[in-house]
């Protein structure tokens, strides 16, 4: 038996931001130290001008401390990974939700057109309407989310901030120093977009992870029913190895 509870840290990809991306996990609180990160240009924080992956990971690997079994959704999964392979010897797990770190699946014909797609909506879309990019965007992604019209100030906010996101599949991933490290790694897809679960491929294959799919619910398999005991057992699994 563990003599204190594990903690886990929760990284909110775009457009939401922690809570509500989170709001489900928030039963996991009764078992395990749950840290609800809001990264820089998500409320309660102000706007900003540029989101950078790479800035956020350090913000991450700060909030990880001298240790934690991590969790990223989205953008924040390529964050979470990223971070991780700059500090894998205080990750205790990872699990990444459908992570768009397309770069590690180029070559994929479903990933490329994924990609292009991305660039000609940064490109060519209606950046100066938060509203009608954040429509665009949804559907790009698979999402099954129809979001109020007009759009509230914290989801506008969140619109505002995709929009000046750098493009995750610019991100370099250690794939070596991630498949070299002691810790376990969970990849949960949502079996609705092959571009996703390309990515999906690549992580299991090249770190040897476990892979969990949660249809129904598209890009956000962690809202599915059966999501919060599967992490649970993982997580649990993963500490007592760690602890050994």
């Known amino acids: 038996m563990l003599d204190e509870p ?5 990284v909110h990809g775009s457009v939401m931001g922690g809570r509500p991306t989170w709001s489900g996990q928030r039963e996991l609180g009764d078992r395990f130290q749950l840290e609800i990160l809001e990264r820089p240009g998500f409320p309660p924080n102000p706007p900003v001008d540029h989101v950078d992956f790479d800035d956020h990971a350090v913000v991450v690997a700060e909030a990880v401390g001298d240790g934690a079994h991590l969790v990223g959704h989205s953008y924040g999964g390529v964050i979470t990974l990223l971070a991780a392979a700059a500090i894998p010897d205080r990750i205790h797990s990872l699990t990444v939700i459908e992570p768009p770190a397309m770069a590690i699946a180029r070559g994929n014909p479903v990933v490329d057109e994924f990609i292009q797609g ?32 007009p759009l509230p100030p ?29 810790f376990r790694t969970l990849v949960v897809t949502g079996a609705h977009l092959a571009a996703f679960d390309a990515v999906c491929d690549v992580l299991v294959e090249r770190l040897d992870a476990e892979r969990l799919a949660l249809p129904g619910y598209g890009h956000t398999a962690q809202r599915h029913p059966a999501f919060n005991e599967a992490l649970a057992e993982f997580v649990l699994r993963a500490e007592t190895q760690r602890r050994g």
């Open 154 to 182: 914290q989801l506008e906010q969140g619109a505002r901030t995709l929009i000046v996101e750098r493009n995750p599949w610019e991100a370099e991933i250690d794939l070596d120093t991630l498949a070299g490290a002691q």
């Open 118 to 149: 991305g660039i000609e909506w940064w490109q060519t879309g209606p950046t100066d309407d938060p509203e009608a990019f954040l429509r665009g965007f949804l559907t790009y992604v698979g999402s099954d989310y129809v979001p109020p019209s």
């Open 6 to 10: 594990p903690r886990i840290v929760l």
